[in-house]
């Protein structure tokens, strides 16, 4: 045997033995993470079946890692928001409010977890249709005065999109002060224009938020989003809701789904501020530049026909699973009616079963989705929980009028949960979202006549009819379901 043929067995000994400790610790890793239980075998099956890819893809994505840096910012300014917001609302007048007694245990639930109020007293308009979203936020813009604060996961420029960027840049020209929080890959066809560099050349600060950096894989999850959709015009008037700052019309038209249905909350009073302090947390946590105290909050105040509000800051962080828990929370508690509506269905096995324990005891459980989803790898994980929910009493709708992109929950026509959570993992353990809570029922009765037209709109599944779909669907189904805990 020659020193060649020695080192060549050497090497690979060495080789072999450090893949398969690598194996093993990571292995070990995940057991040692106290996570659900389907997610940590989805990742054994995964790193046991296909070593080197399950690895890899852990080693990437397996753990929530926001950065040393963006980490410890995000939790040295948790406690100090949350001291900030509690004295601002001792500021106002009779704030905060009683919930109601069917909101009571959510809102207890949220104000334990994340500290953030009921508020009364607001106006809340709920708006379903692209051309008077933007028409009211153009005239919003034009109107502004101190601030435009914008925060997105997609932006494209084109049609409608485009109205705005030059209403901003407007205002940035006569003094107003503009900033633009932009996902840095939700947006990344944006960044790649010429746009930032016009927005910026008119005094418009742009930030791309989480980075994607692949030196930046060991040290930071890299597919953490920023999926809040979020506006705060003057400290007067905030945006909030499922529409991308996009025109519908012109939106990933070539996948043939047709326009994006969604809807926006244009919201006035109180919780304005509130909502204005989760963009300058999420702007410091990005620049480190502090904010927080740059403005006195005098908002308005309507005091017979107001809104009860409650904000929903979820990701990521401490405490930003909240909105899970209220989810599950509110459908445990629904008495008669529950509606639910989401682009992307990928339950996790709670959920499952509060919907089939909810429909079990008289509840009348709808779930409104897309009869055609824009990821295919979704869309089958998703109908593989579709026939249990059948069996168990769920109605299911699928819309077949776009790609229906509203996420809301409404229960027992007295509360409603609107905002950017998708009724999947990613949306309820790893993107930074936000929801409102609304403890009336005159909107709960507005969003109730919307979901009547995405009923008008769908057609109802049937589970005879489902039962007979083709074995390769079936099986590719069951493959996804398998990884659902990892979509």
Known sequence: MTLY???????????????????????????????????????????????VVGVSAYLIVGEVRLG????????????????????????FPHQPVMPSIKAQPLESLVRSQLGMPLLGGNK????????????QLI????????????????????????????????AAKRGVDCRILLDSIGSSEFFETKWPAFLTASGIR???????????????????????????????????????????KLFKQQSGLGEWIDVMLRIQGPSVPVIWSLFVRDWEMETG???????????EYWSESGYHVQLIPSGPFDGGDCIQQVLLQAVYQSEKTLVLTTPYFVPDDPLVAALQSAAARGVRVQLIIPEQGDSRM??????????????????IYRFGKGLLHTKSVLVDDQIALIGTVNLDRRSLWLNFEVTLLIDDSAFAGFL??????????????????????????????????LFSPLL
């Open 68 to 91: 040393r840096r963006r980490g410890r910012l995000a939790k040295a300014m948790y406690q100090p928001y949350i001291a900030w917001i509690k004295e601002l609302v001792q500021q």
């Open 139 to 170: 005239q919003d813009i034009e109107q502004s005065k101190v601030s435009c604060y914008f925060e997105f996961y997609i932006w494209q420029c084109g049609g409608q999109a485009d109205a705005v960027a030059l209403a901003l840049m407007d």
């Open 289 to 299: 530049e502090r904010l927080l105290d740059l403005q006195e909050h005098q908002p």
């Open 378 to 395: 979704v869309s089958y994980a998703c109908n593989a929980f579709l026939e249990e929910l059948l069996q168990a009493g769920v109605e």
């Open 124 to 135: 809340v308009t709920l708006l379903s249709e692209d051309e008077v979203i933007f028409e």
């Open 206 to 248: 742009v930030v791309a938020v989480l980075p994607a950096k692949a030196w930046r894989m060991p040290l930071q999850r890299q597919d953490l989003r920023m999926h809040r959709k979020l506006i705060i015009i003057d400290d007067k008037v905030a945006y909030t809701g499922s529409m991308n700052l996009v025109d519908p």
């Open 448 to 481: 109730k006549k919307l979901h009547q037209e995405y009923f008008l709109s769908g057609s109802k599944m049937k589970l005879a009819e489902w039962r007979r779909r083709s074995w390769w669907r079936r099986m590719l189904e069951n493959v996804f379901y």
């Open 5 to 51: 043929d020695v080192l060549y067995d050497v090497i690979g000994t060495l080789i072999f033995g450090f893949y398969a400790l690598l194996v093993i610790g990571v292995v070990l890793r995940v057991v040692m993470k106290r996570r659900p239980i389907g997610v940590s075998l989805a990742w054994l099956a995964l790193i046991l079946a296909i070593p």
